[in-house]
Nanobody
């Protein structure tokens, strides 16, 4: 079992920055990749960025160049540095971990970007 806890969300003005953190506990060695997803009001949950154990990175096109995902594999911690935030980035951001058996999700952290 893997438990994920996000932190770092909040209210920020357009153009500002936030850094989200996700701490994993439990069967950390079972994790093969970690990712950030987000879900805006009235929208489907979407992938923001993903990092694998081997260091491969995937970014959603709309955040490429503004957001950076990083991970400490040994600690099971993943970060999302968000710069140049836009109002359309407003969403609940969820941490995701992929194992050989299933996906795990955090409780989410709210990011609100004011105009």
């Amino acid at each position: 079992q893997v438990q994920l806890v996000e932190s770092g969300g909040g209210l920020v003005q357009a153009g500002g920055s936030l850094r989200l953190s996700c701490s994993a506990s439990g069967s950390i060695n079972s994790i093969r990749a970690m990712a950030w997803y987000r879900q805006a009001p009235g929208e489907q949950r979407e992938l923001v960025a993903r990092v694998t154990n081997g260091g491969s990175l995937i970014y959603e096109d709309y955040v490429k160049g503004r957001f950076t995902i990083s991970r400490d594999n040994a600690k099971g911690t993943v970060y999302l540095q968000m710069n140049s935030l836009k109002p359309e980035d407003t969403a609940v951001y969820y941490c995701n971990a992929v194992s050989a058996w299933r996906d795990y999700w955090g409780q989410g952290t709210q990011v609100t970007v004011s105009s």
